[in-house]
């Protein structure tokens, strides 16, 4: 085999590299892109695509599905179903609400996400209320870094009356296991902290700072170092009637925790 010296030979190198990207270029006028081509990419349907929401720390819902207690597809685990001393949430399309007889004391419906949820965490909601009345009490509740097993629900409740009167406000509260074991962080009163329908309520824990928000504007904050983990989730308190838990709840929710969406994998390509 001959032998060529080693400069020539890097140089020959060189020039076919350099040809070959030349082509390439050249070509990719008449390849075009994938649209031009005929060629759409879309999502394959997918069982987990709700359930990976949950996972990977972001999750949005409508309540699209009819409900007792809420599930969607895994995505909540509820407060009677597993904490046993509570009640659970139901939803019918549009609508999450409490199932509360309305005469047992703190027995909050309630219901937590599944899956890993980091430390600091947001959940925002619009609230449904009809037939507002302060003769009774109607709540809805957001939650933060909350934990639910056999007898025990702990973690950060924010709660809102459905009133627009005096008698209206927004409290900070710490579950702190047993029922109706819990301890106020904070707590305000007056029409600025009731809510009406149509409102929307978040909520966010950023290391031990909770900020509480009406219709975008803060109302509460509390400090507090005692749960530094667990999930978000929602609830309803009614006391003083029965029978009127759909009067007040909410439409829409959303809670993330700052995760980045995964890298979508069900992608396809199909021919126009």
Known sequence: MPLYPLKDFESSKRKVVIGLLAIAVAMLPLLGSPATRGISIVPIASAQTR?????????????PLTENPISDGGNWINNKAVGLDWADVQTTPGLAF???SGSNGYDDSTALLTG??????TVEAAVHSVNQNDNIYEEVELRLRSS?????ATGYEINFRCSKTANAYTQIVR????LGNFTYLDSRGGSKYGVANGDTVKATIVGNVITVYINGAQVLQ??????ASGSPGMGFFL?????VNGDFGFTDFS????SAPPAPTNLSASPH
């Open 239 to 243: 006391q003083g009637a029965t029978g």
């Open 222 to 227: 509390a400090t507090d170092n005692t749960f």
């Open 116 to 121: 890993t949820w980091r430390s600091d965490q």
């Open 51 to 63: 359930a990976n929401q949950a996972v990977s720390g972001i999750y949005t819902t409508k309540f």
């Open 98 to 100: 409490g199932t509360q």
């Open 175 to 178: 579950w702190n296991g047993p």
């Open 255 to 258: 809670a993330s925790d700052g």
């Open 148 to 152: 639910l097993s056999a007898h025990k």
